[in-house]
């Protein structure tokens, strides 16, 4: 432990218990030593001198990796494992499940996620069933018969919310694994293992890292026994994450509390605007007092995230916005410091979507700025 001259011990404050989430988020994670860097460094490195701990990357990790997992694990209250993608992070939570075990998952879930399950379906590896999000009562009875309930909430791209915390509440001392996508809500607004959920997901490409610029994801878990299945998944398929892409990572996290509560004020806004606007035929975003969830995330939620889908009233109407917009970009992705739209129907598996649908990852752009570019894009 270092001392600073005046007898004040920085160590026994970088407790994520004792710190709030903002606080965690700036100073969690950094080595400590005196005339170390104030940075965790990208280090390099394959393999490591015997005689220590650590002695091939895949295997024991890499300090780099560390770091972000210590910042990600003190937000959420568990043991993060860092891997190459958000996917990979999925695909390794899904393993925990016992062969032929069934998978209930949401009818409104990212798209990868729907497919993964479906085709592991097929190969006899489990079985799958829908449910809505909002079928609270179909949730609790299924905790009885199916290996894993995956949740994820607010969904992606419908936005609907889940009762996240009860479900999690209800399962926490059975043998049914929660597994929760907190990619949409990050572990300022929602912190599911808190709740008693097993697992708990990051695609730490959108809002973690920040800026579009890497893909990287993240699974956190509240037992040892899930913690060590998680890092063997790593350590036997690879999925290993990159030293570069986990530094951005950790770079972009720090900023992750200004970046979501401006992204969220602006969502707000632009919600209601979009909501008020006549070419507008629906507007979801659970920020908005109409929105069928609003209440229940009002009590399970810390802040209603920067996601917003809308409808026009059919795909070309969409596809013309999309076009049209000078700001905002036309881009798929989310969590961005950039605002990013795209027509979701048009995407494979989301066939069923409404046409007109538009999902917009709302960034840190002057809100009036892009409701002008808004306005502009759906006027003409
Ligand atoms: C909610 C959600 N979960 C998981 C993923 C997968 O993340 P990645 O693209 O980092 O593999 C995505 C990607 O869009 C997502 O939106």
């Known amino acids: 432990m270092h001392l600073r001259a005046d007898g004040y011990s920085p160590n026994t404050m970088r407790d994520p218990e004792k710190l709030e989430a903002e606080t965690w988020l700036v100073s969690g994670g950094r080595p400590e030593a005196a005339g170390e860097p104030l940075n965790a460094p990208l280090v390099a490195a394959s393999t490591f001198r015997y005689g220590a701990d650590r002695g091939y990357s895949r295997n024991e990790g890499s300090p780099t990796w560390e770091s972000l997992e210590t910042v990600v694990g003190g937000l959420e209250g568990g043991d993060a494992t860092a891997f190459s993608s958000g996917m990979a992070a999925v695909a ?35 079985t ?80 973690i890292g920040g800026h579009s610029d890497l893909l990287c994801g993240l699974a956190v878990t509240r037992s040892d026994a899930h913690t060590g299945q998680i890092r063997l998944s790593r350590v036997l398929q690879g999925a290993t994450p990159g030293t570069m892409e986990v530094f951005l990572a950790t770079r972009g996290i720090r900023t992750l509390a200004v970046r979501l509560r401006t992204a969220e004020a602006n969502a707000l806004e632009l919600a209601k605007r979009l909501q008020a606007h006549p070419a507008v035929v629906a507007t979801r975003y659970p920020g908005l007092i109409d929105h069928p969830g609003h209440e229940l995330a009002v009590r399970q939620l810390d802040g209603f995230g920067s996601m917003i889908s809308f409808d026009l009233v059919d795909g070309d109407a969409a596809d013309r916005l999309c076009r049209r917009v000078q700001l905002i970009e036309h881009a798929t992705s989310l969590g961005g410091v950039e605002t990013t739209i795209e027509r979701r129907a048009v995407i494979s598996g989301q066939e069923h979507l409404p046409a007109g649908l538009l999902r917009m990852s709302v960034g840190i752009e002057s809100v009036e700025d892009l409701w002008s570019d808004l306005e502009q894009a759906i006027r003409s």
């Open 128 to 207: 799958i069933r829908k449910l809505a999000a909002e079928d609270t009562a179909g949730w609790l009875a299924a905790i009885d018969s199916a290996a894993m309930l995956w949740l994820e909430s607010p969904s992606n791209p419908l936005l609907a919310i889940g009762d996240v915390a009860g479900i999690c509440e209800a399962a926490r001392d059975s043998d049914t694994l929660v597994a929760v996508d907190n990619t949409f809500a990050t572990p300022l607004n929602q912190r599911p293992l808190e709740r008693g959920a097993d697992v708990v997901l990051h695609s730490a490409t959108k809002y």
């Open 92 to 126: 390794a939570a899904i393993e925990l499940v016992p062969s032929g075990g069934e998978v209930v998952y949401p009818d409104d879930c990212y798209q990868g996620v729907a497919t993964l399950l479906q085709r592991g379906a097929e190969q006899g590896r489990w």
